[in-house]
């Protein structure tokens, strides 16, 4: 099975950027479903930002026109750009994805079966 290496994340100002980025073993997840996701303290877990092999993506509301997900193919890895962060952007990040469906942009965690380790992302105002 695929596995996920997650790099990037820290802390920053609001108003600044993060990038995040997510490795995959092997060449194959390029075909899955990816997405990035994020849980708060006390809070469930909730969908950032998917993309399909098509190239397809699509936004929480909460971050539309503030966060890109992409991906680069010379390190095969699923990359979550950061712009005009906000403290409410405060949680830990994963990176996940599917074999399945694969054309299917759902931001639910039920739908993806493979997890990167998560990263912290701290915002301050």
């Known amino acids: 099975q695929v596995q996920l290496v997650q790099s990037g994340g820290g802390s920053v100002q609001a108003g600044g950027s993060l990038r995040l980025s997510c490795a995959g073993s092997e060449y194959k997840w390029r075909n899955y479903r990816r997405a990035w996701f994020r849980q708060a303290p006390g809070k469930e877990r909730e969908g950032v930002a998917v993309l399909n092999r098509s190239g397809n993506t699509e936004y929480a509301d909460s971050v539309k026109g503030r966060f890109t997900i992409s991906q680069d193919n010379a390190k095969n890895t699923l990359d979550l750009q950061m712009n005009n962060v906000k403290p409410e952007d405060t949680a830990i990040y994963y990176c996940?994805?599917?074999?399945?469906?694969?054309?299917?942009?759902?931001?639910?965690?039920?739908?993806?079966?493979?997890w990167g380790q998560g990263t912290q992302v701290t915002i301050s105002s």
């Open positions: 996940a994805a599917s074999a399945s469906t694969w054309w299917w942009l759902s931001l639910s965690p039920t739908d993806y079966d493979i």
